[in-house]
């Protein structure tokens, strides 16, 4: 019996959700980069948006992949029964949705391709690999590692079982996540699972032994929240000082300095962003986290092609980020309400079931005499 989580904490997750996904679509529409490693060579804006989309938005794809497995480890009772039934489920939640924006996104991009005159030189197989795994809408790689941290499941669960055997783990997925060293062979341009999203996955499931930790983390005073935030700003600055043209994801020739730095900065940040979310928690804001799933499946491609389109038409494409990402999240959370008010069905059904309706049911306690299916539904 796991023990429950407050409904402080639950907001609190809802809220980080909801802010991350808005980072995601900074991260995606950030329009200048540093072209050197000299602080004094980038302008103002380069800066800023490396600080933002560089710097402050990293942190959520571990805040997502923590959460992930935080929830997923809590309704599971350990046998296979309850691993299969969340197989089933993750298959209407996670793969349903990816398989559809993969679509989307596919022949969208064969459509532009086809008006723009170029041709495309792909056999059958590369094109249903590509298709299935590697589409155009790159946020799907993140719903791709959670199918295959699915998979991987049993085997987690199987470490989570032993305090040893998980602080070993976690120690070891720490080491090669400070070190950026990627276990997993790529597989059309993607690894098959990234050390980052394991890591936090699996540091979401150690966390279910220290709850307490978390509940802890909702009581921050207003001046620990200040120092955490301030640490992590300095973190940013210093790297950003040091190496501002880093980026982890794209530039793979990086010293220790900058790597640690960025490391550091990520685990300051979201244990930051975490306590900074719990004050801010809301009805409202636990409403609009409920289309926030939406929003990180359809802001990008083919949306993305189309805004940056017309930014070139207008000529000014380095400061395009600053209206690009607000006017993406205004349709974005303006298309999710219409659509979840008129066709609620469909967008359950898009959406694998995360809906505003359902966000502000916060989950209550499970029962001793529930039984364990239903304790397996409850994640």
Known sequence: MRPDLSTAAKQTFQVVALLATVLVVGIHYKSDIPDSDSVAMATW???TQEFLFGGIARVSVPLFAFAAGFFYFRSHD???????????????????????????????????????????DWTWMHFIGQWLLHPPAEQLWFLRDLMVLVTL???????GQSGRRCYVALGTLAVAWAANWQPFPTLFGWHVLHIETLFFFVAGMVALRHISWLESTCQFRTQTISVLLGLWSTLLVVRICIRPDFDIWYIHRCGWSDLLLHKASILIGCVAL?????????????????ASFFVFLFHEFPLRAVAHRLVERMGDTTNSCWYLTPLVLLICFGGASLMSHWLPAWFAFLTGGRTPHRATSIVGVVRTND???????AG
Do not use: D
Request: aromatic share 10%.
């Open 371 to 377: 039984s364990a299916s239903q304790r397996c539904n």
């Open 78 to 120: 350990g046998s296979l029964a309850c691993s299969i039934q969340k197989w089933r489920q993750r298959g209407r939640t996670v793969a349903l949705p990816y398989f559809l924006v993969a679509s989307l996104a596919m022949f969208s991009w064969l459509m532009i391709r086809r008006i723009s005159g170029e041709s495309v």
């Open 153 to 159: 499941a049993p085997i987690i669960n199987w470490l």
């Open 274 to 290: 975490f306590a900074l979310c719990s004050r801010v928690r809301h009805s409202a804001l636990t409403r609009l986290s409920g």
């Open 45 to 47: 804006n380069q800066l």
